[in-house]
């Protein structure tokens, strides 16, 4: 038998806010949700956000919560569902309350939490992959567990594994996942992707090495007619001096 733990209780206040209207309760740090079971009449009701979250933390969706509805007599025993969350501060938006009949058993999944230490993972062997957080069980609302231990000291190489069947099961809880099924095991390690430089294909460097060359040759050649053709301008206004000078020689007069 499961141990015996102490009762979680929470109180809420019947809601006559529905619909978009809901974001008014929000926004005074009440929690809309609603009462539904098998033999039960759906009823809108609402708690207060700061009492509802310790409350969800450690009754998580598998352990009993006493659900005291302002006006009622008795408290009813219920299973926190179908948490709703904001997508940016995570914060519960919506939830449900299942009310069970503690004589019938209940289907619901349950946590497994891994326990000891792989060695290896602490060598540096491989790496822990765990397909698997939860499975699904079945067992009266009073014996479900709040979580399933599973020891993976056991795992010390590549290609060891620990299974469904692997979990002791509690005393009056059912466990409906295959037992087959694969919770734990260690893969080798990631391999680290080396960047590869692709080599130029062969004949691709010398071909850019001639066309350098090409290129440098043509500057040469291109650098040298230029400086003969300012050289050429040079001579011939030269020429054009001397020719101007011999003329006006010529055009002088005689001095009689």
Same mark, same amino acid.
Request: proline residues 5%.
């Given at each position: ?13 019947k ?9 008014v ?85 349950v ?8 060695l ?42 620990l ?17 087959? @099924? ?8 990631? !391999?680290? *992707? /080396? ?5 130029? &294909? =062969? +004949? #691709?460097?010398?071909? @850019? ?8 040759? !043509?500057? *040469? /050649? ?5 400086? &003969? =053709? +300012? #050289? ?22 005689? &001095? =009689?």
């Amino acid at each position: 038998m499961s141990d015996k733990k102490e009762k979680i209780k929470l109180e809420v206040e019947k809601r006559k806010v529905t619909g978009r209207q809901v974001k008014v309760l929000r926004r005074d740090g009440l929690l809309p949700a609603n009462i539904y079971g098998k033999k039960t009449k759906s009823l809108a009701v609402q708690a207060d956000l700061k009492s509802f979250l310790p409350v969800l933390k450690q009754a998580g969706e598998t352990t009993l919560v006493e659900l005291k509805v302002a006006g009622e007599d008795k408290a009813r025993p219920v299973l926190i569902h179908n948490v709703q969350y904001h997508p940016l501060d995570e914060q519960p938006l919506h939830a449900d309350f299942y009310e069970v009949n503690l004589k019938e058993k209940v289907t619901t999944r349950v946590e497994i939490e891994l326990v000891g230490e792989s060695l290896a993972v602490k060598e540096k062997i491989g790496i822990l992959i765990q397909p698997l957080t939860e499975i699904e069980v079945e067992a009266l609302p009073t014996d479900l567990p709040e979580k399933l231990q599973l020891e993976i000291s056991s795992l010390k190489q590549i290609g060891d594994a620990l299974t469904v069947g692997d979990i002791k099961v509690p005393e009056g809880v059912t466990f409906l996942t295959d037992q087959k @099924e694969t919770l734990v095991k260690i893969d080798p390690p990631a !391999k680290e *992707e /080396e960047v590869v430089v692709a080599a130029p &294909a =062969e +004949g #691709e460097e010398g071909e @850019e090495a001639e066309k350098g060359e090409e290129g440098g040759e !043509k500057k *040469e /050649e291109k650098g040298e007619e230029t400086k &003969a =053709e +300012g #050289e050429g301008e040079k001579a011939k206004g030269e020429e054009q001096s001397q020719k101007d000078q011999v003329s006006g020689q010529k055009s002088q007069p005689k &001095a =009689e």
